[in-house]
């Protein structure tokens, strides 16, 4: 048994419905030795993983270069599909098509890659902040959709895509202009707000039907966030506390875990596996990626992964909690 698979919106691909993160707070991929990170890399594939997603700021690039290394030591026909991003600076709009093109080129040398499979816009979209980007500025005539289509164009990606945060009305502009293929979107059972309609009283960020957005335009949905950036796995703080919602900080979150746990009861599983469990019953997300510290991190999200989608009861719990 392997962990199934789901279409990636309309780009024609199917994925593994478990993508492993490169990233920052999780930081398989960048924190320990090269053995942990080989491991956690075999371990993933055996079970059916065929994703792994990563960014040129993860690490300032190491990550990106520790996952390189090791996709060179696989056979071309073993190797996992690979996603990363860029995150635009204010003064490379002043050339974007440039600042673009040399962050892929840079990212592909780290990788030893000719060309990834998905390359995607990790800024916010919007107006709140100057490292925002606008939804004019994505989409007029030579843009930022054009310089990402330009890089479809040279061969060096297959597909585009954004980082669905900053103004969800923002978002759902970009999202409508099907310009780009993929998205990734927040989403876990402390805001499952993409995909549900929330009570006034909720607090967080209402990123307000995202996922029925990107299923309406043919989208495909990268789940993030699924474990809220690690809350959902344990109470502890590990240091790599990144909030990017609002009311978000790290007292705050255990508390509407613990909430979530008391409404669910007693489970013969960990709290991270019925995390990424969560996420996968939500059928229009196409890959739920996780993050992971250690290996032990890894087998609960590839085991969670393996059980599939969270039962209906407890589902109904949580909606009602």
Not at 244 to 255: G, Y
Request: aromatic share 4%; charged share 25%; net charge negative.
């Amino acid at each position: 048994m392997t962990i199934r698979k789901r279409p990636l919106g309309r780009t024609g691909l199917e994925i593994s419905e478990l993508t492993l993160g490169g990233g920052y707070v999780g930081g398989v991929m960048i924190h320990p030795p090269e053995d942990v990170r080989r491991e956690a890399l075999r371990r993933s594939l055996a079970a059916g993983v065929d994703w792994v997603d990563t960014a040129q700021s993860y690490g300032q690039g190491q990550s990106e270069t520790n996952i390189g290394r090791l996709l060179k030591e696989l056979p071309e026909a073993e190797r996992p599909r690979i996603s990363t991003k860029i995150g635009l600076k204010p003064e490379d709009m002043a050339d974007v098509k440039s600042a673009v093109r040399r962050a892929i080129e840079g990212s592909l040398e780290r990788l030893g890659l000719d060309k990834v499979v998905v390359y995607q816009l990790h800024n916010r979209i919007g107006t709140s902040d100057a490292s925002w980007i606008t939804p004019y500025e994505m989409l007029r005539p030579g843009g930022i959709a054009d310089a990402f289509e330009s890089l479809k164009e040279a061969g060096l990606t297959d597909h585009i895509g954004i980082t669905a945060l900053g103004d969800t009305n923002a978002v759902r502009d970009v999202i409508a202009s099907e310009r780009f293929q993929t998205a990734q979107v927040y989403y876990n059972l402390l805001n499952p707000s993409a995909g549900a309609n929330m009570p006034p009283s909720f607090d967080s960020t209402d990123f307000r039907g995202l996922l029925g957005a990107c299923c309406a335009h043919g989208v495909g949905v990268f789940g993030i966030r699924v474990m809220a950036g690690g809350v959902l796995a344990s109470p502890e703080p590990h240091g790599r506390e990144v909030p990017i919602t609002v009311n978000s900080d790290h007292e705050t979150e255990v508390a509407r875990a613990a909430a979530a746990w008391k409404a669910l009861g007693p489970r013969n599983e960990p709290t991270a596996g019925t995390a990424v469990r969560y996420a996968l019953a939500e059928p229009r997300i196409s890959s739920a990626e996780f993050g992971a510290a250690t290996l032990e991190h890894v087998d609960i999200a590839l085991a969670a992964g393996l059980a599939g989608a969270l039962e209906p009861d407890a589902l109904a719990r949580l909606s009602e909690a």
